[in-house]
């Protein structure tokens, strides 16, 4: 991840330069000299040109399978005469995740594939050829339990309480799945059917930093949505038209939560607000359904937020 035009504590992080840009590094260097450079897939290109000894890949099934191996796997490129060249590390790939819960982050089970098929090679190996040929593949599954003796005493209890089941079995028990149960679209895919908002880099005079801009959002023009209403969902569409374009530039929806009494319309508006509440525009369109009631009831708990002109199309 690289920060630029203001430079980080010397102390903990390494200078790092690019023709046509100022920009850090972030990295943390130990006693002995051993060092980790952070690197970020928000912008995949920013990290070419890098040389590491090993890579380690926290939370794996959120990351691009694409990003690890046509940037960060290449360039795991180190001098394999370095005085520490036999050390565990160098060279290494390390990932560690929860289950995924896109079919896409499933990519990182294929070292489970490749570890069961190391462990059938080798089981046909004499103890000789073995010695010979060290394992270089290990799938490790766990759970919260495993580190049950160093957790606070009330670690599970809390998150049964907070977490809803499938949350829980995923992040806490580690158990896999496939389709969500409650999933309208049987195929659906979040790299096909999702859209992902985008970003323009520009240099801020104020801060001297380069911040991320969204490219769809436009803070000049007037917000137009439309509401879908059911018992189960409530959705809210946020687009705007900039010239022959019209943009889908936000989706917020609403569920019944255990614990939540308000209504979901209101909940919706609410969200819209917390999002929207600072857009100079003060105006918005809103498409409604056949529930028209629905639709003044978000126009008028949007009113009485922070909104001063709502037009029921």
């Given at each position: ?83 520490f060249a036999k050390h565990h590390l160098h060279l290494c790939f390390y ?169 979901l319309v209101i909940q919706l508006a609410e969200a819209f607000d917390l999002t929207y509440g600072k857009h100079p525009t003060k105006e ?30």
């Open positions: 991840m690289y920060v630029v035009g203001q430079q980080p504590p010397e102390h903990w992080v390494k200078p790092y330069s690019a023709p046509g840009k100022k920009a850090w590094q972030y990295c943390m260097t130990f006693i002995n000299g051993y060092c980790i450079q952070l690197a970020s897939q928000d912008r995949p290109d920013s990290q070419r040109g890098i040389n590491s000894d090993g890579v380690f890949v926290d939370e794996s099934a959120t990351m691009s399978e694409d990003f690890l191996n046509k940037i960060i796997l290449p360039a795991k490129r180190a001098n394999k005469l370095a005085p990932d560690f995740t929860s289950a995924p819960w896109t079919v896409e982050g499933g990519w990182m089970l294929k070292t489970e594939d490749k570890w069961k098929a190391e462990l059938e090679l080798r089981a046909r190996m004499t103890d000789a050829e073995k010695l010979a040929v060290p394992p270089s593949t290990l799938f490790l599954e766990s759970t919260w339990e495993d580190n049950r003796e160093v957790l606070p005493d009330n670690y599970y209890k809390d998150l049964e309480d907070t977490l809803d089941a499938l949350t829980l079995d995923i992040e806490v028990w580690n158990k896999r799945f496939t389709q969500r149960p409650d999933g309208f679209y049987y195929a659906f895919n979040t790299s096909k059917h999702c859209y992902y908002k985008a970003y323009r880099y520009e240099h801020d005079d104020k801060t001297g930093l380069t911040l991320h801009q969204s490219n769809d959002y436009r803070e000049d023009r007037k917000l137009e949505v439309s509401l879908d209403f059911n018992a189960a969902i409530c959705w809210l569409v946020i687009c705007q038209e900039i010239g022959r374009e019209f943009r889908q530039i936000d989706s917020i929806f609403k569920k019944p939560t255990i614990g939540i009494q308000t209504n918005v369109d809103v498409w409604g359904t056949r529930q028209v009631g629905q639709s003044l009831r978000v126009h008028r708990k949007v009113i009485s937020l922070s909104w001063i002109s709502l037009q029921i199309i």
